[in-house]
């Protein structure tokens, strides 16, 4: 009777295992300053069909905010986490009743309590028109679920002018079911294209198309810049309504290839099910094992969030929209947008090449492919589009991390030219290709691309208003390290030269006087406030932006005059007071002392105690700010998602290490916060972080073994996680300050300058 007993509840077991979804909280992010959306999506999906709920604002830049009251419709593309107001295209919304086209007018509240959201699904109860509305999506499709009151009036509203300013707009009713057309619209992205063919379950009764204001019944075609629509139906009570849309960046033919290929019929379960089952099987690539379920709920919606961005951009046929406006076909590896890279490439990518080395490929053969068809890597690239927004040139450390970690599904040559072909240079020598995005794009390079003519030439960015000129010279020469590291392991040692002597341009900022990085022109520029947010650094002051050195940090710890002294300096970075003067900036929140954990300049500062040789500050440090800075509640994140960032942080650290250098072999331990966590990778082989003794408050690491050997080191290498293994870490209450903290026990980074 048990062994039958125990047959019957195998597989329940088996399942509850691989139910990752159930700890994730879509509406993580959606409050505070979070600026995620809690609607349907699947993994790097095309489609992110989700509520919109606010039209204007820096909170309201994923289109939903926790805080709203009213929604507007449901839209099927959205940014997770940015400071953007792109996307929101192709707005729908069910009314009963006469037609309205006024969005005053079409839209609804709603109540939080009628509202629920799961990965690959979202529901929400409207108010006026007594509509229960569900979303789910497939890769480059939406299908929305509309449950009718009875009425002789059921509409469906289509509004393309909804969110950022229309270039050039088309609606198409072709029959009784179904709405065609496209949408050119411009933001961040000056030029985004999108086609769509929306399909209805029901044939409509009656249709028509307004164009600025003006409502025709009979035109089933119109062109212009202010266009809506809507459908009709009638309905009895509880009847169900189904809308499916297809969305491509190619043509209205590529949008309905996908809507046949997706999503044939409305199966909305079906659709909802294979959702679901697509993320819990990449969830599954982490399994965690804990009783501390907030902790747990963190971590998943960490990794959701993780998935959403970069987004597949090619339709099921190959073609894609490339970087030159043209359209292509490619059926070697998959082309996407959405390249955040100054926020990505610090841990989002870095954890992607550990888990998601086919995608990571398609990424990297995506920049090749945008190099060759604009002439410099993404730095900001949003539906082939280059918005050119923040600074530096980070597809570089992205691809550099991927090739020295083994992925090899790019021509390396290739990547190499690019690479060299996108670092700071004269401007003269740049070549961007020609393209609709056109005058506006230039101006957005040059905007880019000033002080890259200092850079060559002194070393450093000189002080000019505007110029960013710290933040900038520290991170080229970050990116210039990646490049040399690519190129030597390649043998190409002409390049290695060139560019190792320029990774260690941020001596040229170093003031040995302070012990801050500063602006100068020929001497420091005077007066000098560390706490003052101005053009000099990116978004953030000197505090945060002084210890960015991750490829150099033994040189930058002989500049500051030993260990102690970089461990005295991170002391005084946490304690110090929070007071910012110059400009309010609204990135820079989540704040310990002058530590900004709300923004990306400052996600590798807090394991720097870890290179000190005082590894038990960096274990308590990030138990704090993971303790303080996250929650599973819609205001859980201490400032903006940045399309998985993040996330990252906190999927990295609550395992216990951190990528502080893209593109070298070695993560920083942190302080691990788990029973239990199993990295699963595509070749079969798993790493699994155990920890004994890891009860609330035992926040320090007092021994660690590797695969059963004692391990001394507070750092791990990619080799030791990438054979598979387990490192089980004895936790305890107090510090253990001679374990990880001896002269071979600490990472190393360092630049080994050429002759």
């Known amino acids: 009777m048990k062994k039958c007993l125990f047959l019957l509840l195998l597989p329940l077991q088996i399942f509850a295992q691989s139910d990752f979804i159930q700890y994730v909280n879509p509406f993580v992010g959606t409050g505070g300053h979070g600026h995620t959306f809690p609607g349907a999506t699947v993994p790097f999906g095309m489609v992110q069909l989700s509520p919109d709920t606010r039209l204007k604002g820096w909170d309201g830049c994923s289109g939903y905010h926790y805080s709203d009251k009213i929604v507007y419709g449901f839209s099927h593309t959205h940014l997770s986490g940015t400071g953007g107001f792109d996307y929101g295209d192709v707005l729908l919304m069910p009314t009963t009743g006469k037609v309205k086209l006024n969005r005053k007018k079409y839209a609804s509240s709603f109540k939080k309590e009628n509202e629920k959201a799961s990965a690959g699904y979202?529901?929400?109860?409207?108010?006026?028109?007594?509509?229960?509305?569900?979303?789910?999506?497939?890769?480059?499709?939406?299908?929305?679920?509309?449950?009718?009151?009875?009425?002789?009036?059921?509409?469906?509203?289509?509004?393309?002018t909804h969110r950022d300013r229309v270039k050039q707009g088309v609606i198409n009713i072709t029959g009784d079911h179904e709405i065609s057309g496209y949408r050119v619209s411009a933001s961040?992205?000056?030029?985004?294209?999108?086609?769509?063919?929306?399909?209805?379950?029901?044939?409509?009764?009656?249709?028509?198309?307004?164009?600025?204001?003006?409502?025709?019944?009979?035109?089933?075609?119109?062109t212009g810049t202010r266009l809506k629509a809507y459908v009709q139906f009638e309905t009895a009570e509880g009847e169900v309504i189904y809308a499916r849309v297809g969305i491509s960046g190619v043509s209205i033919d590529g949008a309905r290839k996908n809507l046949e290929a997706e999503q044939p019929d409305f199966n909305f379960e079906k659709v909802k099910h294979?959702?679901?089952?697509?993320?819990?099987?990449?969830?599954?690539?982490?399994?965690?094992?804990?009783?501390?379920?907030?902790?747990?709920?963190?971590?998943?919606?960490?990794?959701?969030?993780?998935?959403?961005?970069?987004?597949?951009?090619?339709?099921?046929?190959?073609?894609?929209?490339?970087?030159?406006?043209?359209?292509?076909?490619?059926?070697?590896?998959?082309?996407?947008?959405?390249?955040?890279?100054?926020?990505?490439?610090?841990?989002?990518?870095?954890?992607?090449?550990?888990?998601?080395?086919?995608?990571?490929?398609?990424?990297?053969?995506?920049?090749?492919?945008?190099?060759?068809?604009?002439?410099?890597?993404?730095?900001?690239?949003?539906?082939?589009?280059?918005?050119?927004?923040?600074?530096?040139?980070?597809?570089?450390?992205?691809?550099?991390?991927?090739?020295?970690?083994?992925?090899?599904?790019?021509?390396?040559?290739?990547?190499?030219?690019?690479?060299?072909?996108?670092?700071a240079q004269n401007k003269k020598e740049m070549k961007l290709h020609k393209h609709p995005g056109g005058f506006l794009n230039n101006i957005l390079f040059f905007a880019y691309a000033v002080g890259w003519d200092d850079y060559s030439k002194f070393g450093y960015i000189k002080q000019r208003l505007f110029r960013q000129s710290v933040s900038k010279t520290l991170e080229y020469?970050?990116?210039?390290?990646?490049?040399?590291?690519?190129?030597?392991?390649?043998?190409?040692?002409?390049?290695?030269?060139?560019?190792?002597?320029?990774?260690?341009?941020?001596?040229?900022?170093?003031?040995?006087?302070?012990?801050?990085?500063?602006?100068?022109?020929?001497?420091?520029?005077?007066?000098?406030?560390?706490?003052?947010?101005?053009?000099?650094?990116?978004?953030?002051?000197?505090?945060?932006?002084?210890?960015?050195?991750?490829?150099?940090m033994s040189g930058y710890i002989k500049l500051l005059g030993g260990k102690e002294k970089l461990?005295?300096?991170?002391?005084?970075?946490?304690?110090?007071?929070?007071?910012?003067?110059?400009?309010?900036?609204?990135?820079?929140?989540?704040?310990?002392?002058?530590?900004?954990?709300?923004?990306?300049?400052?996600?590798?500062?807090?394991?720097?105690?870890?290179?000190?040789?005082?590894?038990?500050?960096t274990q308590a440090m990030i138990r704090r700010i993971m303790k303080e800075m996250y929650t599973d509640q819609p205001d859980g994140l201490s400032g903006n998602e940045d399309c998985g960032q993040m996330s990252a942080w906190y999927v990295f650290s609550s395992m216990g290490f951190y990528p502080v250098c893209p593109a070298s072999d070695q993560y920083a331990i942190g302080s691990p916060l788990f029973d239990?966590?199993?990295?699963?990778?595509?070749?079969?082989?798993?790493?699994?972080?155990?920890?004994?003794?890891?009860?609330?408050?035992?926040?320090?690491?007092?021994?660690?073994?590797?695969?059963?050997?004692?391990y001394p080191n507070s750092y791990l290498t990619y080799d030791d996680i990438v054979k598979g293994g387990v490192l089980e870490f004895n936790m305890g209450s107090k510090p253990n300050t001679a374990w990880g903290s001896g002269e071979n026990e600490v990472p190393v980074t360092k630049v080994e300058e050429a002759p």
């Open 676 to 710: 239990k966590a199993t990295l699963h990778f595509e070749n079969g082989k798993t790493f699994t972080v155990q920890t004994t003794n890891n009860h609330l408050g035992n926040s320090y690491i007092q021994s660690a073994t590797l695969n059963g050997s004692s």
């Open 477 to 552: 020469s970050f990116d210039d390290w990646c490049i040399s590291q690519m190129a030597k392991r390649m043998g190409e040692t002409t390049t290695y030269d060139k560019f190792i002597h320029r990774a260690v341009n941020y001596r040229n900022l170093f003031d040995s006087t302070t012990g801050f990085m500063r602006p100068r022109r020929s001497n420091f520029m005077s007066p000098f406030d560390p706490y003052k947010v101005d053009f000099n650094y990116t978004e953030g002051n000197a505090w945060q932006y002084s210890f960015y050195v991750p490829q150099d």
């Open 274 to 423: 294979k959702a679901e089952a697509n993320w819990n099987k990449e969830l599954g690539k982490i399994e965690i094992e804990s009783s501390n379920l907030p902790s747990k709920r963190i971590f998943y919606t960490a990794l959701y969030h993780c998935m959403i961005a970069p987004n597949v951009y090619q339709d099921v046929d190959g073609k894609y929209r490339g970087r030159d406006f043209k359209i292509h076909e490619t059926h070697d590896f998959t082309y996407h947008t959405v390249f955040s890279l100054w926020d990505t490439y610090r841990a989002l990518h870095p954890l992607l090449t550990l888990i998601d080395r086919k995608r990571t490929g398609d990424f990297v053969n995506t920049f090749i492919t945008e190099y060759q068809q604009g002439g410099l890597l993404p730095v900001w690239e949003l539906s082939s589009n280059e918005t050119f927004c923040m600074i530096g040139y980070h597809a570089v450390p992205v691809i550099a991390d991927a090739y020295l970690k083994g992925v090899r599904t790019f021509d390396a040559g290739k990547a190499l030219e690019a690479m060299v072909g996108s670092a």
């Open 122 to 160: 979202y529901a929400v109860y409207l108010d006026q028109p007594k509509v229960k509305v569900e979303l789910t999506a497939t890769t480059r499709t939406g299908l929305q679920k509309y449950t009718f009151p009875q009425s002789t009036t059921a509409n469906v509203i289509l509004d393309l």
């Open 188 to 222: 961040w992205a000056s030029n985004q294209m999108l086609y769509f063919v929306i399909q209805f379950s029901k044939p409509f009764k009656e249709s028509g198309i307004a164009k600025a204001g003006v409502l025709s019944k009979k035109s089933k075609h119109k």
């Open 567 to 617: 461990a005295i300096f991170l002391d005084t970075l946490f304690t110090t007071s929070s007071k910012l003067t110059g400009h309010k900036q609204a990135d820079i929140s989540g704040m310990i002392g002058q530590y900004v954990h709300g923004n990306e300049p400052s996600h590798q500062i807090a394991y720097e105690y870890d290179y000190a040789g005082q590894p038990w500050k």
